[in-house]
DNA sequence: GCAGAAAGCCAAATCGTTTTAAATTTTCGA
DNA sequence: TCGAAAATTTAAAACGATTTGGCTTTCTGC
């Protein structure tokens, strides 16, 4: 049923339906309401692909994902999913290129230019991020989910991941440990060094000597959990506690705990960061899991609404959101054992 | 730049360089040659909604996705994407409106008639699944990822739950074990169905009676599968091995062993269903998993492939896909303990 | 050298809406 | 009752491509 049709059948032109459809305000109440109900009545849609044509909008939000499926995604995703559905927004999942910053670029540039999105969400920036400028050049309006030190302005929506390991860090200190390792995420990228500041400086704050063994950025996979926590707990001195990236990283950690024959929350510590998965729960695990908590749904529906304020005009530099992390202790983070507890120079 | 105005840069009609660049026979080869370095040089690209609406294409695939970001689900969307990398055509997630069949077929008609996908992929279906029935009376293109048994003719493409599950339980019962406990999908859904078959065929081979007491139904969760085998454990006499659905359900299971100072693969014998993820990987688990395997991701590319296929023309009928799945033993594995050894009846 | 076929190119119609500018009708104060 | 202003409605022009059908050239075989 095309427009013209459906316009003929109720006796008005194509204009007045399309501007009682649209809810302008120079048609009248009594018509506007008869054709809302004739549409529905008839089955009248308009097509989405004219529309698009002549008011130049996608009607989609584009959302690049990573080559190697990570976990989180669906579950950003999913939040997004769930604030749009009220909108008339599809998500655009765009497959990524290649694997290298070069054709990351231009796949971006061609999302930018191809007219298919109103607007892009950046996961996972780098502090010097030429994707922001990129877009910022094209006049694609775009929010980015992580944050990043470029000068051009942008949208942002970010979890406050230094105070989060911070205050992890500094509650493991406060429990006695002092040689606390950490496994981060892929170097390089914002979030992982915001995480890695937080770490030092809570090491700062008590005088404890920063040491870059303990120290292991990579994919959060259970794997390289595992092949970090062993090669830090084959140091001696070893480590006490470990403050893991991710929920995979910390079932990597607790294996190769268990595999020197220790005890998580007795002889070892960890907090890990959760991002809030209905399939994998901090509580469930064993011993459960001390984590600084941040849910990544919500952080989904949040971008969406962001994006959404932003396409109806609201400045992007206004946009500008950090949201506070939830340290959640439970059984896996306990004192330091008296065996490995160091003295402290007071003591 | 528009098509009129790159057409004139080159002493050419709109026409010629429309066909240039779609590849129509009509036009010389050195033409086309010309056109298309100028259009690379000039920086030309059609207007996707023009082009959609003129060919009526939407150059989409759509996906939806379920409430709860299912973790499986980036896997096999990147599997998608990595096939659809070459085409122009996108991934269109589709927010599910509200829980409840209802909704969820209005949601699936409401996309099929929009215009916004020239096709969809539906996933986790039931035996009679009533999207199936809806979309092929929309006439919208649709593989079916997974099985159904209604009579409408579609595509599909899925993998041997059936078998892979009877060989798993089979292979237990060749280890000893008679009391084996399987913590299967929801309830419902084709593919928990395949595998209660499956299980039961093995069974049923080998004369071991069936008990309902030793099957659970339920999302693909470490909770569920740390409660489930908790009270299957808690049986007397207990199951000896289990059979989990997915690696999420495993882990909730190892715990649950665990819990109850019992070892596995000493004196619980596990084997999964493994998707095949990047970041939790059954090789690594303690002591490591035994599967049944397949991969995600490339049942993601297929897919997308076979879609493709499906819209070049081929008919839905011929799209049948079976693919086996691989049974991997590992650790998790091995003989029942002499103490819980039930004498066969020859015995 | 010529007819007929094939190759190469083009003008104009089309896809289904929104929106501009103009026309019509209604309202209302004097 | 009239005329201006306000409220509705409409015809026609975009939007930017593809595609139909026709029009020129260039080959080909005799």
């Not at 493991?172 to 390792?181: P, Q, S, T």
């Amino acid at each position: 049923m095309k427009l013209k049709e459906f316009a003929k059948q109720l006796g008005l032109s194509p204009t007045t339906v399309s501007r009682a459809l649209s809810g302008y305000p120079e048609v009248s109440e009594k018509t506007r309401k008869r054709v809302a109900e004739e549409a529905v009545r008839l089955g009248y849609r308009p097509n989405v692909n004219a529309v698009r044509l002549v008011t130049g909008r996608a009607g989609a939000i584009g959302v690049v994902m990573g080559r190697n499926g990570e976990f989180q995604f669906s579950e950003y995703m999913s939040g997004m999913a769930e604030r749009l559905d009220s909108e008339d927004i599809d998500i655009l999942v765009t497959p990524i290129a290649e694997q290298g910053g070069k054709d990351e670029s231009q796949l971006h540039s061609r999302l930018a230019t191809s007219g298919r999105v109103d607007a892009v969400i950046i996961h996972s920036p780098m502090p010097k991020d030429e994707r922001i400028a990129l877009l910022h050049r094209l006049g694609m309006p775009f929010l980015v989910h992580g944050r990043s030190e470029t000068d051009v302005p942008h949208a942002w929506l970010d979890i406050d991941n230094e105070g989060a390991i911070r205050r992890a860090t500094s509650h493991l200190i406060d429990l006695g440990h002092r040689r606390i390792a950490m496994i981060n995420g892929r170097a390089g990228l914002t979030f992982s060094l915001h995480r890695d500041q937080g770490y030092r400086k809570a090491l700062e704050q008590r005088g404890i000597q920063f040491d870059p063994r303990l120290v292991a950025h990579g994919h959060f996979t259970d794997e390289l959990g595992f092949r970090f926590a062993r090669s830090f707990l084959e140091q001696s001195p070893r480590p006490t506690a470990f403050v893991a990236g991710s929920m995979m990283t910390a079932l990597g950690v607790y294996r190769a705990v268990r595999s020197f024959g220790l005890v998580v929350g007795r002889d070892i510590s960890v907090i890990a960061h959760d991002d809030v998965f209905p399939y994998l729960t901090a509580d469930n695990m064993v011993p459960s899991l001390s984590t600084t908590r941040s849910s990544l749904r919500a952080a989904g529906v949040r971008s969406a609404d962001l994006v959404l304020q932003l396409l109806s005009g609201r400045p992007a530099t206004e946009i500008h959101e950090l949201w506070p992390v939830e340290l959640i202790l439970r059984e896996s983070t306990g004192p330091v054992p008296h065996s490995d507890a160091i003295p402290d120079k007071a003591g």
